[in-house]
C-alpha cells in the first residue's frame, strides 16, 4: 500500500490556518500536546459575560461578537467579589466595605436597590439570592459571620462560626444547606447554622468557591491552590482542572469564581492581584472542557484589572433567575 507524504509547505500552511482560528476565538496559547487535525472547521469560541473586576472596582459586560454592545461601570463603594443574576434583568453584588448588598439594572446600568449595614455586615464578601427572595450574607471580621434576611432585607437570623476565620462564596444546594469555603476548609452547613459536613483539599488555599453537583460530588475553585477539583462524597478528588505548572502561555495565580455550562466545560475567573495593573501579569479568565484541556481564554489589561467573577451569558435570559444548583439552572 502507498503512503502519501504531506508537502512541509502544506503543513506549514496548514498550523498557519490553524493559528488564526485559534486567536480569532481568544486562545492566548498553543499547547505543546496540541493536535491539529480537526481544528481547522471548528467554530471559534466567542461568549458574551458578566465580569466583575475586583482591582479597579468594576463590573463588564463583555460581547466577543459585537463588541459596540460592550460596557463597563465602575461599582461606587466596591471592590465587590460575588455577582448573580436574580431575575427582572437585575444583578446582585456584595459590598465588601459598605457592609451588604446591591442590585443594578442591566439596561440602564443604574442602583435599583441597596441594603447596607457598615457595622453588622462589615466585611461582606458574598452575598446570595434565593428565590424566595431571601439573601444570604457571608461575611469576614476575624472570624466567619453569616446572616439571613427576609424578601424585604430584614435579618432573620445570624450564625457565628469562631472557628473560621475566612469566607469566600456561599453557595446554596437543592436541600436548601449552605456550601462556602474558608481557607483550606470546604464546609456545609444548614439553615440551623450547623456544620454537617467538612473536609480538607489538599494543596487548597482561600477555597473560593463550591457548587454541588447533580451526582452529590463537590466542585471546588481552590483558590491559590490554582485548580478546581470534583470530590466525591468520600472526599477523594476524582478529576482535577489547573494546577502548577500552568501550560506554556498560560499564568495561574488564583482561581475564584466559576461557572459549568450546558456543554460541560468549565469558565473560571484567574484573578492575579490587588493591584489595578495585575492583569498585565496573565489572562484574566480561563475555558476547560471536561477532560481538562484549555480550549479558551480571555485577557484585555487595558479594559479591565483582577477579574474575581464570570457569568458566561450565552444561554442564558437576564429576565429569569439563576443560581449553581444542578449546574446552572433556570428558576422561572
Given at each position: 500500500m502507498l503512503k502519501s507524504k504531506k508537502s512541509p509547505m502544506?503543513?506549514?500552511l496548514g498550523s498557519i490556518i490553524i493559528l488564526i482560528c485559534w486567536f480569532s476565538g481568544g486562545i492566548i496559547f498553543v499547547p505543546e500536546n496540541f493536535v491539529t487535525p480537526n481544528l481547522v472547521a471548528a467554530k471559534p469560541i466567542r461568549h458574551k459575560m458578566l465580569l466583575v473586576d475586583e482591582s479597579r472596582?468594576?463590573?463588564?459586560?463583555v460581547d466577543q461578537n459585537d463588541s459596540n454592545q460592550s460596557w463597563k461601570l465602575d461599582i461606587e463603594g466596591g471592590p465587590s467579589r460575588d455577582i448573580q443574576l436574580i431575575g427582572n434583568n437585575r444583578i446582585l453584588v456584595s459590598m465588601q466595605k459598605k457592609g451588604g448588598f446591591r442590585e443594578y439594572d442591566l439596561t440602564?446600568?443604574?442602583?435599583?436597590?441597596?441594603?447596607?449595614?457598615?457595622?453588622?455586615?462589615?466585611?461582606?464578601?458574598?452575598a446570595v439570592r434565593f428565590p424566595d427572595g431571601r439573601t444570604i450574607l457571608g461575611c469576614e471580621r476575624g472570624f466567619v459571620r453569616i446572616f439571613l434576611l427576609d424578601a424585604d432585607g430584614h435579618e432573620n437570623t445570624a450564625w457565628e462560626f469562631p472557628d473560621l476565620k475566612a469566607i469566600r462564596l456561599i453557595r446554596r444546594t437543592s436541600r436548601n444547606t449552605l456550601l462556602f469555603g474558608s481557607d483550606s476548609k470546604c464546609c456545609e452547613i444548614t439553615l440551623e447554622g450547623k456544620i454537617v459536613r467538612e473536609l480538607q483539599l489538599p494543596g487548597a488555599k482561600h477555597n473560593y468557591q463550591i457548587t454541588e453537583?447533580?451526582?452529590g460530588n463537590w466542585l471546588i475553585a481552590a483558590g491559590y491552590g490554582c485548580f478546581l477539583a470534583e470530590v466525591d462524597r468520600e472526599n477523594q478528588v476524582i478529576r482535577h482542572w489547573g494546577g502548577q505548572p500552568a501550560p506554556t502561555g498560560l499564568h495561574y495565580i488564583f482561581?475564584?469564581?466559576f461557572q459549568t455550562l450546558k456543554n460541560g466545560n468549565i469558565v473560571v475567573a484567574t484573578w492575579t492581584g490587588h493591584e489595578v495593573n495585575d492583569s498585565e501579569k496573565g489572562q484574566q479568565v480561563v475555558e476547560f472542557d471536561p477532560t481538562g484541556h484549555v480550549v479558551w481564554t480571555w485577557h484585555d489589561s487595558q479594559l479591565a484589572g483582577s477579574i474575581?467573577?464570570?457569568?458566561?451569558?450565552?444561554?442564558?435570559?437576564?429576565?429569569?433567575f439563576y443560581d449553581d444548583i444542578n449546574f446552572t439552572k433556570d428558576e422561572k
Open positions: 502544506l503543513m506549514c472596582s468594576q463590573l463588564l459586560y440602564s446600568r443604574k442602583i435599583v436597590r441597596e441594603c447596607f449595614n457598615s457595622v453588622r455586615y462589615a466585611g461582606t464578601m458574598s453537583l447533580p451526582n482561581m475564584s469564581q474575581h467573577g464570570v457569568i458566561i451569558l450565552d444561554d442564558l435570559d437576564t429576565k429569569n
